[in-house]
């Protein structure tokens, strides 16, 4: 494998190591106020089971938050370490440019520098999974209620009220049936002749409105061309 080239920069990103250990170290505020504050908390209003069971909850609580604040010392101190050290390589780098060997040397203590983060960093997060599983709830020996499922009504018995007088019963109203459709067959013509046209009681409405309003436009088409009109049909505008 071949070594460094004397002119390539430095390994690492400094910059980027520099926000990583700045953002893990502000992490650490939240957590130990939480872990410090925990054990302070009293159940003033509550007694016998509730009480115990919130004590208990609250020690098993304060226990994870505590162990949270240990993994992200313990994370903080090596990432802060790293960061040192990738702020010091470019120094070390420049004084050992023209001696390939010593480049090879420290492009390998880096890369073994970053693997042993890198596994450090994974055997904390296992610590805080565990953490989490521990914490799941157990097994209730209780049944839990359906959510679909619903209370029984109460079988209640009310007694009446001596005061209060009772209402008559009253006869539910006769159902009635739909409305007949169309006229009632006496009142239909006995006989209609096609031949002669409809008979005036079925003038057909849409068809006079029509006509209505032709002859009133063609009226004021004439009036407003100056046209005499020897008739003005009083009786048809009236109607309209």
């Known amino acids: 494998m071949a070594g460094p080239d004397p002119v ?3 390994p690492g990103n400094a910059g980027w190591v520099r926000a990583f250990a700045e953002s893990t170290a502000a992490q650490r ?26 004590v208990g909850a609250l020690h098993r609580l304060t226990g ?10 313990q994370v903080a101190g090596r990432v802060d370490g790293y960061n040192t050290f990738v702020h010091q390589l470019p120094h070390l780098w420049e004084s050992y440019r023209d001696d390939p060997a010593e480049l090879d040397r420290l492009a390998e ?18 610590e805080l ?17 359906s959510p679909l499922a619903e209370p029984p009504a109460p079988d209640l018995e009310v007694d009446p009220d001596p005061h209060v007088a009772e209402e008559p019963a009253v006869d539910p109203e006769p159902e009635v049936g739909p ?42 088409s004439q009036l407003r061309e100056g046209e005499r009109v020897h008739r003005i049909p009083l009786d048809h505008l009236a109607a309209g």
Not at 29 to 54: I, K, N, S, T
Not at 109 to 126: G, S
């Open 8 to 10: 390539d920069p430095a």
């Open 64 to 73: 994870e938050w505590r162990t949270a604040l240990a993994v992200q010392e």
């Open 109 to 126: 203590v880096h890369r073994a520098t970053v693997t042993e983060l890198a596994r450090d960093l994974v055997l904390r997060a296992a």
């Open 29 to 54: 505020e939240p957590l130990a106020d939480c872990a410090h504050r925990l054990p302070g908390l009293r159940p003033v209003y509550w007694q016998g089971a509730a009480a115990e069971g919130f």
């Open 179 to 220: 409305d007949p459709v169309g006229p009632e067959p006496q009142d239909l013509p006995a006989h209609v002749d096609l031949a002669a046209g409809p008979p005036a009681a079925f003038v057909d409405p849409p068809a006079a409105l029509a006509d209505r309003l032709r002859r009133t436009g063609l009226l004021l």
């Open 129 to 145: 999974d565990a953490v989490a599983v521990a914490t799941t709830p157990a097994d209730d020996p209780r049944p839990e209620p």
